[in-house]
């Protein structure tokens, strides 16, 4: 089950954040974004949602006429057991519901296992561009 963050998951997805992503660190030279993200603000606006068990979380938000799918993290204890997918899946569900035609994301290019499972998944890549200091590749798919 996915429900929205709360004030009091905060803690636990700052745990998940930086489990998740700390193995980038030494790749990209610095932390990435989703280690430093204002998670209080993000729940506080209602563009978080974690698994019930709080296993993983996922940021999505409107942006230009697609939902964007900013974050999505699993803590590596948890990893392959379907948490990511079934958190891609809800945003993609929610992007229909609220009548959005698509869910656009964007990695990091040393991200590199993300860049084979969004393809997997159904998402095109778009473009490619440096932002912030990161090289991004942005994805689309149509919901």
Not at 3 to 23: F, G, L, M, N, S
Not at 34 to 46: L, N, R, S, T
Not at 52 to 67: L, T
Not at 71 to 82: L, M, W
Request: aromatic share 12%.
């Amino acid at each position: 089950m996915i429900r929205a963050a709360i004030p009091e998951d905060e803690a636990r997805i700052r745990t998940v954040a930086r489990a998740a992503y700390t193995r980038y660190i030494a790749v990209m030279e610095r932390e990435p974004a989703p280690m430093v993200a204002d998670f209080g603000a993000q729940i506080a606006v209602g563009c978080v949602w974690v698994t019930e068990g709080s296993e993983g979380f996922i940021v999505f938000y409107p942006n230009d006429g697609a939902m964007l799918l900013e974050n999505v993290a699993v803590h590596p204890d948890f990893a392959g057991r379907g948490f990511g997918r079934a958190l891609v899946a809800f945003c993609e569900a929610e992007a229909a519901r609220q009548g959005f035609d698509s869910v656009v994301l964007y990695t990091n290019t040393k991200m590199t296992e993300n860049l084979l499972i969004y393809p997997q998944l159904g998402y095109v890549q778009t473009d490619r561009r440096m932002e912030d200091g990161f090289d991004r590749v942005y994805f689309r798919k149509a919901v």
